[in-house]
């Protein structure tokens, strides 16, 4: 049997050349989680827009897109300016005429649920619509539920 020596060093001390563990090299399951996590935060869920043009086409994504650039322009010409250079970089139309807006960043999705921004914004894109908050129910095996996927520690815990 050999004896067990101490690391190099003082005693008590912990070895400097301990790995650093980021997003990019921690495991695929919480690259995936803290992925889905980033994009769920910059999504804003519309429901009920005009989905038509003025001639009763069908709008595309693109076009409603294109809508709600203007919308934002014509908001930020009344005093509401988006924060920082936030804008809107997809459109995604689901079932039963909802829209989903992806953002770029997680403040400007925060930013178009405040009541003072959601009802000017829904008024331009669609009389109708309504700027609502996405709740979404999840499932994450193997996850502690205090998560924090920016934190090292967590991450080599996990």
Known sequence: LEEARPPAGNLGELP???PT??????????????????????????????????????????????????????????????????????????????VVFTTTTPDMAKWLLKPAVAKPFAHKIGLQAQVIE?????VAERVPIAFKPNDPATLRAA
């Open 21 to 98: 563990l980021t997003l990019e090299t921690a495991p695929v399951r919480v690259r995936r989680a803290a992925t889905l996590a980033d994009l769920l935060q910059r999504q804003v869920l519309v429901r009920g827009a005009s989905l038509h043009d003025e001639a009763g086409e069908r709008l595309t994504g693109e076009e409603l897109l294109a809508r709600a650039g203007r919308a934002l322009d014509e908001m930020a010409r009344e005093g509401l300016s988006p924060p920082g250079d936030g804008e809107i970089e997809q459109a995604k139309v689901l079932r039963h005429d909802d």
């Open 134 to 138: 996405r709740t979404y129910k999840l």
């Open 16 to 18: 400097s050349t301990a």
